[in-house]
């Protein structure tokens, strides 16, 4: 099968990396709106004025920015491997498990605070689209505009670098193919960028800031089993490594005196 290529393989990590960057940082690409700032901004291109009005700035939305919570894992799969690239085989072993296994409950708690948000604001957001009128007033004002071109563009790139990740990390070595825990992990982040976006354009502009904090409970229901998976198997290299810990131990132990 031959060596690993690493310039490949560390094309992999950075585009990895730069997927997360991307979505952690997606608020502020994107930016703010709101349906009042929208009628503001059009009337403004017009030429014409309009006094005592101010637009509520929003967030464009959760789901781009939850994709982290998924994507974060591929990068410390990926990240995992490199570092064993520069440690030795039983120290890397013993890292890994226990590593995996803070991390595992650090992101579940993450994903169920970052679940519980979503759902506490489409429920919000709901109950407003369905207090006519002046809850579906205040709904459209705070929730009726959504940045809709420019998540799809940004949802183009995350997706044009996860390619890359999955074509450099064949590039690499064609072994990764045999890790099912990586490939399944690749194929739901795909599945996930797909999701997202699928919901962006299900909808009328209105109503998409519904459909993203939905997009976004999915994502958290789905880091946090993956988390899950990370959590059970963390469990066997922790033992391993205690036992092989123990196993030194007895080995250096002086002997018992006469």
Do not use: C
């Given at each position: 099968?031959?060596?690993?290529?690493?310039?490949?393989?560390?094309?992999?990590?950075?585009?990895?990396?730069?997927?997360?960057?991307?979505?952690?940082?997606?608020?502020?690409?994107?930016g703010g709106g709101s349906a009042v700032g929208g009628l503001l901004e059009a009337a403004t291109d017009r030429g014409l004025e309009v006094s005592g009005i101010?637009?509520?700035?929003?967030?464009?939305?959760?789901?781009?920015?939850?994709?982290?919570?998924?994507?974060?894992?591929?990068?410390?799969?990926?990240?995992?491997?490199?570092?064993?690239?520069?440690?030795?085989?039983?120290?890397?072993?013993?890292?890994?498990?226990?590593?995996?296994?803070v991390g595992s409950i650090v992101l579940i708690v993450v994903a169920?605070?970052?679940?519980?948000?979503a759902l506490v604001e489409v429920l919000v957001m709901v109950a407003l689209l369905t207090a006519a009128p002046f809850g579906?007033?205040?709904?459209?004002?705070?929730?009726?505009?959504?940045?809709?071109?420019?998540?799809?563009?940004?949802?183009?790139?995350?997706?044009?670098?996860?390619?890359?990740?999955?074509?450099?990390?064949?590039?690499?070595?064609?072994?990764?193919?045999?890790?099912?825990?990586?490939?399944?992990l690749l194929l739901t982040s795909l599945v996930c960028n797909v999701i997202v976006a699928f919901l962006h354009g299900l909808v009328p502009i209105p109503l998409v800031s519904i459909a993203d904090d939905i997009a976004a409970i999915v994502l958290s229901v789905v880091a946090i089993i993956w988390a899950l998976v990370l959590l059970v198997g963390s469990i066997p290299a922790i033992v391993k490594a205690v036992r092989s810990t123990l196993s030194a131990a007895r080995d250096i132990r002086p002997p018992a005196r006469l």
């Open positions: 099968m031959g060596r690993l290529r690493v310039p490949f393989f560390v094309i992999a990590l950075v585009a990895m990396g730069l997927v997360v960057l991307v979505e952690v940082a997606s608020p502020l690409v994107l101010s637009g509520v700035e929003e967030p464009p939305g959760r789901a781009i920015g939850y994709l982290a919570l998924v994507d974060v894992i591929g990068l410390y799969s990926i990240g995992l491997m490199a570092v064993g690239l520069l440690l030795p085989d039983r120290l890397h072993s013993r890292l890994q498990g226990v590593v995996t296994l169920v605070v970052a679940l519980i948000v579906t007033m205040a709904y459209l004002a705070l929730w009726g505009f959504f940045p809709r071109a420019d998540a799809a563009a940004l949802l183009s790139l995350l997706m044009f670098l996860k390619l890359v990740v999955v074509v450099t990390l064949l590039l690499a070595h064609q072994r990764f193919l045999q890790n099912k825990g990586l490939v399944l």
